[in-house]
């Protein structure tokens, strides 16, 4: 487990976790380990460039204030 403020809990880790997790627990669970592992394999394979730049562009918005306000508190942000 990662402490909370972990450099490794980006929002490309949050974006993949959830993603994965969306396809391989859909509606019929797996039955079998070989059937999960299946299952996140694809549910890797069907990332691509573009989604991975896209949340990385919405994460920039918020870095660039944090950086111009030297990190003070902003409300909503």
Known sequence: ????RSPV????YFFLWVFVEDGVYV??????IHE??????HALQTIIADMLHRV????DYPVDV???????H????
């Not at 509606?27 to 079998?32: D, E, F, K, N, V």
């Open 1 to 4: 487990m990662c402490a909370p």
């Open 9 to 12: 809990l980006t929002p490309c």
């Open 27 to 32: 509606a019929i669970l797996p039955t079998s």
């Open 36 to 41: 999960l592992r299946d299952r996140i394999t």
């Open 56 to 59: 990385w562009d919405e994460f």
């Open 66 to 72: 944090c950086r111009v306000t030297q990190s003070a």
């Open 74 to 77: 902003i409300e909503g942000l």
